[in-house]
């Protein structure tokens, strides 16, 4: 696709010769456009490996986590269990949202290998207190098992999936975590933008199908008590209804 932007004529076109369409370059068309564009850029120049949480390295895009913490505002869960654990960014921010809402009881996060660096970081972190750190295969029962031990009768559960993002991971992530998922929660498949980056530099050509998002889409085909509901924005005094995401699809609502 040829995108051309003409800050002389103010156009954003899409497309060659007599095909081509023109959108004015301040219209929702024009900044959607863009949008999806520099999406992609920005994974290339690993634009989300340039910030923290409270000291702690955390790689998402910056939109991603205000929706996320719009939704632990107002889900307001017990417990939030957390695949992929890197620097532990992500586990502080949801650590984070719990103590000063004052709701909340402990983050569960599980990865297939925690480096010593990270591990020593995180549990000198304040917050570590509210956080539960579990080494191994998120997918292996007894691995499962453990995080679920975590969590009470009664407890309001979200559960975070961002660790091996392989179609065939993620399905068995899916597979085995959404039974703790509460109804009106979220089971959610992050980083479905790879199957939009298979040609780009550092991609595959194996992620146009092999990514999070097909397997989410999978997983709400064979649980019909799950459907994919990107969370409504809470505040919106614009004509946008688009988020510039990095997790397309990625949003696993229970029903009920």
Not at 36 to 41: A, H, N, V
Not at 75 to 92: M, Q
Not at 197 to 219: C, H, I, V
Request: hydrophobic content about 40%.
């Amino acid at each position: 696709m040829r995108i051309t932007i003409d800050t002389d004529r103010k156009t954003v076109s899409v497309g060659e010769g007599a095909g081509a369409q023109s959108h004015p370059l301040y219209a929702k068309r024009a900044f959607e456009l863009v949008s999806d564009l520099w999406l992609r850029l920005s994974w290339v120049q690993k634009y989300s490996y340039t910030f923290t949480w409270m000291g702690r390295p955390i790689i998402q895009h910056p939109e991603d986590l205000v929706r996320l913490q719009e939704v632990i505002y107002f889900l307001k869960p017990d417990v939030i269990i957390e695949t992929g654990i890197a620097h532990g960014g992500s586990l502080v921010l949801s650590a984070s949202l719990m103590k000063a809402m004052g709701r909340g009881r402990v983050v569960v996060g599980v990865d297939i290998e925690i480096r010593p660096h990270n591990r020593g970081a995180i549990e000198a972190h304040e917050l570590f207190p509210m956080i539960r750190l579990i080494e191994g295969d998120s997918t292996a029962p007894e691995v499962v098992a453990r995080a679920a031990s975590h969590v009470r009768p009664g407890d309001k559960v979200l559960v975070i999936l961002d660790s091996n993002h392989s179609l065939e991971h993620v399905r068995k992530e899916l597979e085995a975590y959404h039974r703790l998922v509460t109804p009106g929660s979220y089971i959610v498949a992050t980083d479905g933008i790879m199957r939009d980056l298979w040609d780009a530099p550092r991609g595959e050509a194996g992620w146009k199908t092999d990514n999070p998002a097909q397997a989410a889409r999978e997983f709400v085909a064979a649980h019909p008590d799950f459907a994919i509901e990107q969370p409504a924005w809470r505040f919106n005094e614009s004509a946008l209804d688009k988020v510039i995401t990095g997790w397309p699809d990625a949003w696993i609502r229970r029903r009920g």
